[in-house]
Nanobody
Framework: QVHVVESGGGLVQPGGSLRLSCAAS????????MGWYRQAPGKQRELVAL???????TYADSVKGRFTISRDNAKNAVELQMNSLKPEDTAVYYC??????????????WGQGTQVTVHS
């Protein structure tokens, strides 16, 4: 069984910063991709940033230059540094991991979500 847990959400004023953290644990053989999605009220879940083991890191156009994703493969962890936050960044942020459990094939796993609210 694989668990994905986020932390670090909260309330911040426009222009402020937050750092989200996420770690995957459990019966893990390999992790290919880790990243972040978000879902604002009344909207569909959207990609924020993805970082595969190899290849290009992907950012949503709306966060390029403001958000930075990083991984610690030894800890099966991913972080999202969010700077210059805007009210439109308000959403529930979900950690995502594409994980190969021991003796199995790759599956997609999601965290429970952490609320980020940008409001003055």
């Amino acid at each position: 069984q694989v668990h994905v847990v986020e932390s670090g959400g909260g309330l911040v004023q426009p222009g402020g910063s937050l750092r989200l953290s996420c770690a995957a644990s459990g019966n893990i053989f390999s992790i290919w991709t880790m990243g972040w999605y978000r879902q604002a009220p009344g909207k569909q879940r959207e990609l924020v940033a993805l970082m595969p083991n190899a290849g290009t890191t992907t950012y949503a156009d709306s966060v390029k230059g403001r958000f930075t994703i990083s991984r610690d493969n030894a800890k099966n962890a991913v972080e999202l540094q969010m700077n210059s936050l805007k009210p439109e960044d308000t959403a529930v942020y979900y950690c995502y991991a594409r994980v190969q459990p021991q003796g199995s094939v790759y599956h997609d796993y999601w965290g429970q979500g952490t609320q980020v609210t940008v409001h003055s």
